[in-house]
């Protein structure tokens, strides 16, 4: 390695994770650094061990080092979850699926040898760090900041980093500095007790192999008032951890320190207690090549820099050791921190900054960091809580419901994950380019097809067209109806075109909240399912059928890996929203939002766009029994009073179909699961996934298809195909003379304007595909559309032309 050239020094204390890290991450910058570490060896085995995740993964591939980590280490590929009985709670692939969506595997070893390859790849700049050097004080001149050592030695730099761990001696004098500099009341709600607190020990060690351990596999038991955390690595190493709540929960100065001497009186009572459903904890326990018994402390400090000072890793955010990710963020905050030196020193190209410089550049490097670490420093601190069962909300979620969200779990560690910081100055591993569920920060790096988002929201111009269209139109024709409903609604009469009366006041759902809300809306299709008006009778037939494509593709939409769970929830809130506003109002706000949160390049990125084909399966036969049965019911039943009922359930279905699709979900991915025996084929299972979408597509649009061929050849006797689906672009404006008349008026708005924000949407999404080197004609693309619109209706060309999509997204996935 070169050299640094720079003259700005970084002065670390500490050759810890963090401190090492941060040496590499200045090398790469051309920072010049030293380390001062106290103890007498850089990597001390202390029986200590780390977890890797792909937020400190990739940044270790950047500088070099993850291929020696990786070599060192078994990934982990499976988890388990036991109580403390030994009864299996949950099973699951989650260090599997987060090495696809990431690009690197969970791993776990030895500290030790993460600090020994930490050391060894600083090659030639070894001599920067020194060992037995205990500092003792810090004084910061005007010009520099001065560290005194035990041993009488002096280091001089522009800044000192205290990367020494929790009971940090640079905050200390941090702390004094700060008081020195009138910070006193800053400084004494740092070191109140109550900063740093302690509620859980932790004895953790390293075993030699042990029987039923596996190497790749995670076990995790959850027991009241302790668990067990226990990894099998590489040539069946074991880590273990055995958390423990103690007495009360410790303030800083009485944090207990533990006689070692003492460790097996402590885990005695727990020796029996199991680590899987076959092995106990005395079998790992009895096999240890060395354990510690500690106190966990943890403790998110306010202010972590000033001046020429600052804290990473423990000494700023330390964390319970439950989730993994206290090592990782240290790697973070050492690589944003070298990131927001070098972007200062570029500032300040003539000379070395001064203090106010590095105090502005520090302060703003803090604000982003802490953002980030509140968020997984309060997870891990509910982890830990969660797994020792620490009162009935924390048992009810871990034993009855936290195996069943497994997805959900796996979705809030992606989300950490993509937040990650990156190493500005070094190019993106492959490894990191290759996943299926990208980084964030790959935002900053242009990609084919891919507008920046200010652009894809001007893109979305005409869907605002749309929603302005629907906006006048509807709400003209509303306001124009509302004479002819409110006596309607008042008398609580309904009287059909062949004298059948019907009740509008009689209980529908016998829940007077949805009795009151959809009443109304209830009462909008008696003229149309009861045959009272022979147009909007073919019309809403086929706005019906139509609406099914339009909903099962929002929810496909909302299925792909790309997406975390949450984002079922739109459609369905979507769903909810025009059944009482008209989907022609809520329908181009909706594929406006979807456009320019989802662009291409997230879905080609990997099988982001795939769906699970239990997910799609389960999807075909909740349509089918959820909506396209009520739906046709709405019409075919012998009875108007029946057709009512029916109506009324119609009207839930953007609920109903997720609450069907769940147990059906259930039993699909029994259907759909893998043979454990045999490996799993990527392209066979990209194969699966897109007959099922087929499958999906092909039922829409079926459906749909012969649901408007029936209509046009049902229509009635003198009635054009037009006047029954088109309003007119004036037509709003026309006096509404009856209930009947002004309720298919603004149902054909609401059709017209939907559809055509489907079409829109799929015109932007297909402007994606032909950026990105999709090879189709728009002029036979847009006569196709009008063609099948005019033969098969608006929604079969939805439901096809989405599926013409699928089919160009796959091949061009590389699937």
Same mark, same amino acid.
């Given at each position: 390695m070169d050299p640094p050239k720079s003259n700005f020094r970084v002065v670390i204390v500490g050759g810890s994770v963090a401190g090492l890290t941060l040496a590499h991450c200045l090398l790469r910058n051309s920072i010049d650094f030293v380390v001062l570490e106290a103890r007498d060896e850089i990597a001390p085995q202390e029986g200590a061990s780390l977890g890797i995740h792909a937020n400190g993964a990739r940044i270790l591939d950047q500088l070099g080092l993850f291929d020696d980590i990786l070599d060192s280490v078994e990934p982990l590929q499976r988890s388990f979850v036991w109580s403390d009985a030994g009864k299996l709670i949950s099973a699951t692939d989650t260090p599997k699926i987060l090495h696809e969506r990431h690009g690197y595997p969970p791993l776990f070893l030895d500290r030790q040898t993460v600090l020994e390859i930490l050391y060894k790849h600083l090659g030639d700049l070894q001599d920067r760090v020194l060992i037995s050097k205990k500092v003792t004080s810090v004084k910061q001149s005007p010009e520099k900041v001065l560290v005194h050592c035990e041993d009488n030695s002096v280091f001089e730099g522009d800044i000192v980093v205290g990367a020494d761990g929790v009971r940090s001696t640079v905050r200390q004098h941090m702390w004094d500095y700060m008081e020195a500099q009138g910070f006193t009341t800053e400084v004494s709600k740092e070191r109140a007790n109550t900063m740093m607190t302690s509620e859980y020990s932790c004895v953790f060690g390293i075993s030699t192999p042990t029987p039923g351990l596996i190497p790749g596999t995670v076990h995790r038991t959850y027991g009241e008032g302790y668990s067990f955390v226990t990894v099998s690595s590489k040539d069946n190493r074991i880590y273990w951890f055995f958390f423990h709540k103690m007495d009360q929960t410790y303030t800083a100065s009485q944090i207990p320190r533990f006689n070692q001497a003492e460790m097996d009186k402590h885990v005695a009572a727990y020796l029996h207690k199991p680590v899987t459903g076959s092995v106990p904890f005395s079998e790992v326990y009895k096999r240890s090549v060395s354990k510690a018994l500690l106190a966990m402390e943890e403790a998110l400090y306010t202010h972590w820099s000033v001046d020429r000072w600052v804290c990473i890793g423990d000494s700023s955010h330390k964390m319970t050791a439950n989730m993994g990710q206290g090592g990782n963020s240290a790697i973070e905050s050492a690589t944003s921190l070298a990131n927001s030196l070098a972007g200062l020193i570029q500032r300040c190209p003539e000379k070395n900054p001064t203090v106010q410089d590095i105090h502005t550049c520090l302060k703003a490097w803090e604000t982003e960091r802490q953002l980030r670490m509140k968020g997984i420093w309060r997870s891990a601190y509910d982890l830990a809580r969660l797994e020792a069962l620490a009162t009935w909300k924390h048992k009810l979620i871990a034993i009855y419901i936290m195996p069943y969200i497994t997805k959900y779990l796996v979705n809030r560690t992606s989300a950490v994950i993509v937040e990650a910081v990156q190493l500005d100055c070094e190019p993106l591993p492959p490894k990191s380019l290759q996943c299926t569920m990208p980084y964030k920060s790959h935002d900053n790096y242009a990609q084919p097809g891919t507008d920046q988002t200010w652009k894809r929201a001007l893109l979305t111009a005409p869907l605002v067209g749309c929603y302005a269209a629907?906006?006048?139109?509807?709400?003209?024709?509303?306001?124009?109806?509302? *004479?002819?409903?409110?006596?309607?609604?008042? #008398?609580?009469?309904?009287?059909?075109?062949?004298?059948?009366?019907?009740?509008?006041?009689?209980? %529908?759902?016998?829940? *007077?909240? %949805?009795?009151?809300?959809?009443?109304? @809306?209830?009462?909008?299709?008696?003229?149309?399912?009861?045959?009272?008006?022979?147009?909007?009778?073919? #019309?809403?037939?086929?706005?019906?059928?139509?609406?099914? *494509?339009?909903?099962?593709?929002?929810? @496909?939409?909302?299925?792909?890996?790309?997406?975390?769970?949450? #984002?079922?929830?739109?459609?369905?809130?979507?769903?909810?929203?025009?059944?009482?506003?008209?989907?022609?109002?809520?329908? *181009?706000?909706?594929?406006?939002?979807?456009?320019? #949160?989802?662009?291409?390049?997230?879905? %080609?990125?990997?099988?982001?766009?795939?769906?699970?084909?239990?997910t799609s399966g389960s999807l075909i036969i909740s349509m089918l029994a959820g909506y396209y049965l009520p739906t046709l019911a709405n019409f075919f039943a012998p009875t108007l009073e029946s057709r009512q009922q029916y109506n009324a359930l119609w009207q839930l279905f953007p609920v109903v179909i997720p609450l069907l699709q769940g147990p059906l979900y259930v039993v699909a991915k029994r259907c759909f699961s893998d043979n454990p025996t045999q490996p799993k084929q990527g392209r066979k299972k990209s194969m699966r996934c897109m007959r099922c979408i087929r499958y999906a597509y092909g039922t829409f649009a079926l459906v749909s298809g012969l649901t408007f061929i029936y209509a046009r050849f049902s229509a009635p006797p003198g009635a054009s195909i037009t006047s029954i689906f088109w309003p007119g672009l004036q037509g709003y404006l026309a006096p509404v003379t009856s209930f009947s008349e002004g309720i298919a008026r603004f149902l054909q708005y609401d059709q017209v304007i939907s559809a055509a924000s489907g079409f829109v949407w799929l015109a932007l999404r297909f402007r994606e595909l032909k950026q990105s080197g999709a090879s189709f004609s728009w002029t036979k693309a847009i006569g196709a559309m009008v063609a099948c619109t005019c033969a098969f209706g608006p929604g079969a060309t939805f439901a096809l032309g989405w599926g013409w999509r699928e089919e160009i997204l796959h091949r061009m996935s590389g699937r």
């Open positions: 629907a906006k006048v139109t509807m709400e003209t024709v509303i306001t124009k109806l509302w *004479p002819f409903a409110v006596p309607l609604l008042t #008398q609580g009469v309904w009287t059909a075109r062949n004298g059948e009366t019907l009740s509008l006041t009689r209980p %529908l759902y016998h829940i *007077p909240f %949805l009795d009151n809300m959809l009443r109304p @809306l209830i009462t909008c299709f008696l003229p149309s399912i009861s045959g009272s008006d022979p147009r909007s009778h073919i #019309q809403i037939l086929s706005f019906m059928a139509d609406l099914g *494509p339009v909903y099962g593709i929002w929810l @496909l939409e909302s299925y792909r890996k790309a997406h975390s769970w949450h #984002q079922i929830l739109l459609p369905v809130a979507a769903g909810i929203a025009f059944q009482r506003k008209g989907i022609g109002k809520l329908a *181009p706000i909706y594929y406006a939002a979807e456009y320019i #949160q989802t662009p291409l390049s997230r879905l %080609l990125s990997g099988n982001n766009c795939e769906v699970e084909p239990a």
